[in-house]
Nanobody, 118 residues
Framework: QVQLVESGGDLVQAGGSLRLSCAAS????????MGWYRQAPGRERELVAT???????NYADSAKGRFTISRDNAKNTVYLQMTSLKPEDTAVYYC????????????WGQGTQVTVSS
C-alpha cells in the first residue's frame, strides 16, 4: 500500500506561480513513475506531467514551457512548479504513483485545488 499526500494548492491570479508537492509513503518500489493529473469540473481527468524514478519527465502539451516536474527520491516526493498560470489551469490536481512488480500498483492522492482567477 502507498499513501500520497499532496499540498500546495491555492487561489492565485492569472500569471502567477504555485508549487505543488506530493509525498509518498508506504511500500515504495525503487523503480516507479510519479506524476500529476488534473480534473476540472465537468471534464475527465487528464495528464499534466509525470517523471520516472530515474528523472525522465513527460509533459502534456498544455504544461510544456510553463510547468516543471521534479522529484526527490530520498524523500519520495514529487513536485510540480507551475508558472504563467491561466484560468484554464483551474482544477483539482491529483498525485499519482505507479510501479510494476509482478503486477501494476497504481495509487492516487486525495487531490489539491488550484484556482486561477482572471
Amino acid at each position: 500500500q502507498v499513501q500520497l499526500v499532496e499540498s500546495g494548492g491555492d487561489l492565485v491570479q492569472a500569471g502567477g506561480s504555485l508549487r505543488l508537492s506530493c509525498a509518498a509513503s508506504g511500500n515504495i518500489f525503487r523503480v516507479n513513475i510519479m506524476g500529476w493529473y488534473r480534473q476540472a469540473p465537468g471534464r475527465e481527468r487528464e495528464l499534466v506531467a509525470t517523471i520516472t524514478s530515474s528523472g525522465s519527465p513527460n509533459y502534456a502539451d498544455s504544461a510544456k514551457g510553463r510547468f516543471t516536474i521534479s522529484r526527490d527520491n530520498a524523500k519520495n516526493t514529487v513536485y510540480l512548479q507551475m508558472t504563467s498560470l491561466k484560468p484554464e489551469d483551474t482544477a483539482v490536481y491529483y498525485c499519482n504513483y505507479r510501479a510494476y512488480s509482478g503486477g501494476l500498483y497504481n495509487y492516487w492522492g486525495q487531490g489539491t485545488q488550484v484556482t486561477v482567477s482572471s
